[in-house]
């Protein structure tokens, strides 16, 4: 059996009354189809970094306090580095 958690959904829509959980990426395929569509056949550049600069931030946020901000074990939740984690929640202004 593998190591790896399944990502818990956050996202919930109605389904017949009922709240049915969406997943992860279910929710970012959404999101970038509602961006594409916003851009009305608009250029853009540079999406990746984009993306990852509206995503990073809460995410950090989300595993530090999840981890009581612990670094190390915030570090080991995220696979990365430590040294990694410090620069990007220095990048974003979270440390």
């Known amino acids: 059996m593998s190591?790896?958690?399944k990502v818990t959904p956050a996202a919930q829509?109605?389904?017949n009354g009922h709240?049915?959980?969406q997943s992860l990426q279910q929710s970012v395929t959404e999101a970038m189809q509602r961006y594409f569509s916003d851009l009305d056949g608009q250029a853009t550049r540079d999406l990746y970094g984009i993306v990852m600069a509206e995503v990073?931030?809460?995410l950090?946020?989300?595993v530090m306090a999840y981890t009581r901000q612990n670094q190390s074990r915030?570090?080991?939740t995220l696979g990365l580095n430590?040294?990694?984690l410090r620069k990007k929640l220095k990048q974003y202004d979270l440390l």
């Open 13 to 15: 829509q109605e389904d």
């Open 19 to 21: 709240k049915q959980r």
């Open 74 to 76: 915030a570090a080991e």
């Open 56 to 58: 990073e931030p809460p």
């Open 60 to 62: 950090l946020k989300a």
């Open 82 to 84: 430590r040294g990694t």
């Open 3 to 5: 190591s790896m958690h």
